[in-house]
């Protein structure tokens, strides 16, 4: 033996604990560009819908993780349960591990409801980002073409 301490040991009468089942969920530290929140041109805008869309994607990615995750655990407690309903552990016990992977189960179909809204907000912001390049792409690239600096966005704004 190495010396090293292994999960699941008995180290001192305490149990050394297992590695985490967690799913690799990509971290917060998304690398997005930041949201402008004014002075938006056409290019700026058109970055930050793409930039909507994928934090939508994200965060769909996260929520099907989580999901597997829920499920998982939810498995695991059902047959736990029934395991201990076999043992004859006392059935307070067992109903307690059952109704925990009852609401496993619940947390993991609301969830669905959260991804559902994540896919209609991407759907839209990439139909947005349709729409506001067939309308000014054109405008865009023939004001680029001109050779002549622009107003910046926002000069001709009603007051």
């Known amino acids: 033996m190495s010396g090293e301490i292994e999960s699941g040991q008995v180290v001192s009468g305490e149990i050394v604990p297992r590695a985490s089942y967690v799913p690799a969920v ?6 997005l560009p930041a949201i402008p929140d004014s002075n938006l041109g056409f290019l700026s805008l058109g970055l930050a819908v793409t930039t909507l869309a994928a934090r939508a994607l994200l965060l769909k990615e996260k929520i099907w993780a989580l999901q597997a995750l829920f499920r998982r655990n939810a ?19 067992t109903a307690l ?3 925990g992977a009852t609401s496993l189960r619940e947390v993991a179909e609301a969830s669905g409801d959260l991804v559902n809204a994540a896919d209609a907000m991407q759907m839209d912001a990439q139909g947005f980002k349709d729409a506001h390049q067939g309308e000014y792409g054109g405008i865009y690239e023939v004001t680029q073409s001109m050779g002549v600096q622009q107003p910046k966005p926002g000069f001709n704004e009603v007051k």
Do not use: H, L, T
Request: contains cysteine; aromatic residues 4%; proline residues 7%.
């Open 26 to 31: 990509p971290d917060s530290g998304d690398n």
């Open 97 to 99: 591990i059952m109704e």
């Open 75 to 93: 498995d695991k407690a059902s047959n736990m349960s029934e395991m201990c309903d076999a043992a004859e552990v006392e059935p307070r016990f």
